[in-house]
């Protein structure tokens, strides 16, 4: 062991967030935010290990805190799917389920609109990836129609989608492509990291064999956790146990979560249960944020229309216009919005972002938008 | 979605922690205790992503905070190994070697003290696994001399010694199997969970290609992170890039850690880097905590003597002899520990255990030790 630097070490004396207490509009930050009921297991739970106080060799099984009641009774009831396990997040759960069912060299089919994790852990698992084009701009819409004849085209061993997709924010028709991979004998999993927490969505209604989540995308927990759902004919395969080691879960490596990621996602998960029944008022103020903004000359929505999520991509060619003159360039906009207290947009970025709406109170989406119009108002 | 049942959701409001305040011997717990300078991040960094604001596509490049410096300039500094990957634990760190270096089917050679997440995680990448018993009881020692007939004999891709393991505590002659290992040009993988953090640890110092670390377990880190470092040899396999995604790990699906359990490992590492200087009174607390007990008849340390590290397994036939006749049966200990303000021991166990002294203050080791003398003491 070395010494490491002093002056290296001073960085990591009072480490503060930028962003605390300001606006946050980047998408990955809005469903994240700490409920109070969460907040206040902090300091309590903080240690280590917290969780496995009581342990006696399976994470989802540990009655004090009550991980077992969450993971084997709210949490599937929540889903409508059979079994649910708690995970290191969404990314860790797409691996897990790939690696779980396919061998290297399969093939797997994905939507074109999928997180680049999705594409990474594939990559991970060695598998061949086939995908389903969006219709491009300016919708960027999955047609589910057209998974039939790539199934039969590219006989995949799974089938993914996302839903939403966290690039344009769409909501593509898991329902009908439930009924396709049913048809053509192909489990489907379903990409909720953008929508489990926020909105109401059940395995059994849309017609999946694997659900994904994300505790710290959507569902008010710290990260990294995540959630990984699956139907009773495949929970055997994608949690396998151990052939030495009877309580533990080979694809888990035993356990994942294992501390306060996990026990705000319990702390926050009544209030997320509540949230979730409000989501018509969410899209309704996607919709709204829109409307205003799309008032102002050089401001574009792209994705489909109307938003039915709270994602909300635009082309600002408004906002480019004013950089270009402006004595702080590119980087005009984020700081005119950070001198209005928001943040969550790349600083330099102009002529396209997305922003979120989630959880916003309405005076909070008032200050949002008035904020963005009064910047596209200035004149140089 | 269905609607959780109220009853279940009542069990998850207002979560509080059996242990909180206690001392708690758990081996597993002693060194993940947060520092203040932890604490203190719990509230500003608590949100989802929060470490993300500013992420130009790779969780160990941010630069607010500082990971950048803590990934490529501290932490390889720390450990004097080449490069450093924030991980989401010691077994994800230890699969990840495992995937990425062999094919399924390929032999490791593991020492038997090895922990059972090393087996699952072989078992999960599919790989043959070999082992160097102990000696047995009562030391349970590994004699690294015994890998050179075991890797002529069974040509392993990979070595992996527990430094020291969870069950003995016994810290084996690294140095030792890093030559041997070296003579046969295999890479071996040094599992630190319990010394990283703890006790100075030095790749170059022991001949190390690849070193795994806990930051739950030895460095004062909220679960789930951990370290895995690797030498230049190998840090292009393990943490290779997405042939699509040019900034993204494979085999780290991207990022890791993205949250408190990072900011606490950052924010605690000061102390870290500090507490490991200190090493010495730690082994002496451990050895005096051993003279103490072992002065009860009936009580007896296991693993190698004197004690090189803070975990302390132990025979305790003379707590065995008081449960039979105690009204609380096997459950006494754990009773008249809590009674004294002592937990960590599971309820019912009276014949053999494990504890750790590690970071404990003279008072609280004085107090831990009069509390198991006073308990053998008790006559019924």
Request: glycine share 8%.
């Amino acid at each position: 062991m070395a010494e490491p630097k002093k002056e290296s070490l001073q960085r990591l004396c009072d480490l503060h967030r930028d962003a605390a207490g300001l606006i946050n509009l980047n998408p990955i930050q809005r469903g994240g935010i700490l409920t109070e009921a969460a907040k206040k297991t902090l300091l309590e739970w903080g240690d280590g290990y917290s969780v496995c106080d009581y342990c006696e060799g399976c994470l989802g099984d540990i009655k004090k805190p009550p991980i077992d009641v969450f993971t084997h009774e709210i949490l599937p009831e929540f889903l409508e799917i059979d079994a649910v396990r708690v995970t290191n997040g969404a990314r860790e759960s797409k691996y897990t389920v790939m690696h779980a069912l396919c061998e290297k060299g399969d093939t797997i089919l994905l939507d074109g609109n999928r997180h680049y994790s999705t594409y990474v852990a594939a990559e991970r698992a060695g598998l061949k990836v086939e995908e389903v084009p969006s219709n491009g701009p300016p919708d960027y819409r999955i047609d589910v129609e057209k998974y039939a004849a790539e199934i039969e085209r590219t006989k995949p061993k799974l089938v993914l989608l996302t839903y939403p997709d966290g690039s344009y924010g769409n909501m593509p028709d898991a329902a009908g492509l439930g009924k396709i991979c049913r048809d053509y004998d192909v489990p489907l999993m379903l990409n909720c990291a953008y929508s489990i927490g926020r909105m109401p969505v059940s395995a059994k209604k849309l017609g999946a064999d694997f659900l994904i989540a994300s505790g710290h995308k959507s569902m008010a927990a710290s990260g990294p956790v995540g959630l990984l759902g699956a139907t009773e004919e495949y929970a055997g395969i994608v949690f396998r146990k151990s052939e030495k080691y009877k309580k533990k879960e080979v694809e888990l490596l035993g356990c994942t979560a294992r501390g306060l990621p996990l026990i705000t996602l319990m702390a926050s998960f009544p209030s997320v249960a509540e949230r979730v029944k409000h989501w018509d008022k969410e899209v309704e103020n996607a919709r709204r944020f829109v409307r205003e903004l799309e008032k102002v000359e050089g401001i574009k929505q792209v994705g489909e229309r109307p938003r039915n999520h709270d994602m909300i991509p635009l082309e600002t060619e408004a906002f480019h216009r004013i950089s270009e003159k402006h004595k702080k360039g590119r980087f005009f906009l984020y700081h005119e919005l950070k001198n209005r207290g928001i943040v969550g947009l790349k600083p330099g970025i102009t002529k396209n972002f997305k922003v979120s709406t989630y959880n916003l109170t309405d005076e909070e989406l008032e200050k949002v938008i008035n904020a963005f119009t009064e910047i596209a108002a200035i004149s140089l």
